[in-house]
């Protein structure tokens, strides 16, 4: 192995272990602990890779100390949610980036997760249909299981055909991958949640319509959630240990 490739992985290992420590200073937990052990994993590489005792030493003690602290966390993490306590609230600044439904998401899924509810009024237009897709996208990616998506959203006054079509063929494509949708209309909703089955409640002021449009099909974001701007919204995390039910 190179010098360079042992330098750009130290690198990493730093720019992640500095954002987990950024995160747990400012409570995010669950997301400290996901980069923490990230981290963790980058240094044990690097420990692997490294030759100079001086710095072996010096990387297996902050291993060990990144490690105590990610077990603090998620004993602190599984006491609140023990103790129906828990209660997170991020802000996405307006016209900030970084924060792709995988980014967001990321923390709060397990390999027990196997089923999902969406309640959000506004998977109607276009643009809102296409995120859904994204968000059922990501649930395909994951590390997880996911059997059922289960959306309860309005109908579109002036165009329910089109939202009905683009749902329909959602559902077909998503079957071929071993994954049931399950879609109910609401003329009353306006609350935004997402609930998943292990517990964890995700609320996002604009719901899923938080990316700003692009200037253009070409432009860099339209692809690449992560590269999109946001408007700016809040998003409020909770666990509770009765997850909703049929």
Request: glycine share 6%; proline share 2%; hydrophobic share 30%.
């Amino acid at each position: 192995m190179t010098q360079n490739h042992v330098t750009g992985m130290e690198n990493a290992a730093v720019s992640v272990l500095k954002r987990a420590v950024e995160l747990d200073h400012s409570g995010r937990l669950p997301e400290s602990l996901v980069c923490y052990q990230e981290g963790i994993q980058l240094l044990i590489d690097v420990l692997k890779a490294v030759k100079d005792d001086s710095k072996r030493g010096h990387y297996r003690e902050k291993t060990q100390g990144y490690m105590a602290r990610a077990e603090q966390i998620k004993a602190l993490v599984s006491q609140m949610k023990e103790d129906g306590k828990y209660h997170e609230q991020n802000k996405i600044l307006e016209d900030a980036t970084g924060h792709s439904y995988e980014v967001l998401f990321k923390p709060y899924i397990s390999s027990s997760l196997t089923e999902v509810w969406v309640e959000d009024p506004y998977i109607r237009h276009t643009h809102q249909l296409y995120n859904f897709v994204r968000f059922c996208e990501m649930l395909l990616k994951a590390p997880c299981k996911v059997k059922r998506i289960h959306l309860l959203t309005s109908q579109d006054e002036q165009d329910s055909s089109q939202q009905t079509r683009a749902l329909a063929e959602l559902k077909e494509s998503l079957s071929a991958h071993g994954m049931d949708l399950d879609v109910q209309y609401s003329s009353t909703i306006h609350d935004r949640e997402i609930r998943f089955d292990n517990g964890w409640i995700i609320k996002i002021g604009r719901g899923l319509d938080y990316f700003k449009r692009p200037k253009g099909r070409f432009s860099i974001g339209y692809c690449d959630y992560d590269l999109r701007q946001c408007h700016e919204t809040t998003v409020d995390i909770f666990h509770t240990q009765h997850t909703k039910t049929l």
